[in-house]
């Protein structure tokens, strides 16, 4: 779905795939595609561009032309009205372990793909030192 692969802690895979251990598994098949192709990195080699979980970051929906800000975070901790997005949710799904200038295509729930483009990771745990996160 998009050319360079998407990069993932260990930590946030473990964690994601525990959360995905509840679901049912064709729900989420998208996200598992993409976990799966991930290449796999330390929290220590997280480089601070990449949206990792907890991670606030500004996105651009290319076919509305529309900048978004969200945070992505596990379901528990979800909140629309706070712009705290669900990695189960599709946008979350979409853009875990982008980093900023990548692209992706991503077919939402209402049936249209969409491009989003990482503009800018505004927060991200690892990059300020918060491993609790």
């Known amino acids: 779905m998009i050319e360079d692969g998407i990069l993932i802690t260990e930590k946030d895979l473990l964690r994601i795939k525990h959360v995905l251990s509840f679901q049912k ?11 799966d192709r991930a290449s796999i990195i330390n929290d220590n080699e997280v480089p601070s561009d990449l949206v990792t979980m907890n991670s606030k970051v500004k996105f651009l ?8 800000t969200i945070t992505l975070v596990y379901p ?43 503009l800018e990771v505004l927060y991200q745990p690892e990059a300020s030192g918060d491993w609790h996160l």
């Open 61 to 68: 929906n290319v076919q509305e032309n529309k900048e978004m």
């Open 25 to 35: 598994s064709e729900d989420f098949e998208n996200l598992e595609l993409e976990l």
């Open 76 to 118: 528990s901790d979800a909140n629309f009205s706070e712009g705290k997005i669900s990695v189960l949710a599709s946008l979350g799904s979409a853009i875990i372990g982008l980093r900023v200038g990548q692209e992706i295509n991503w077919m939402f729930p209402d049936g249209k793909t969409r491009t989003l483009k990482i």
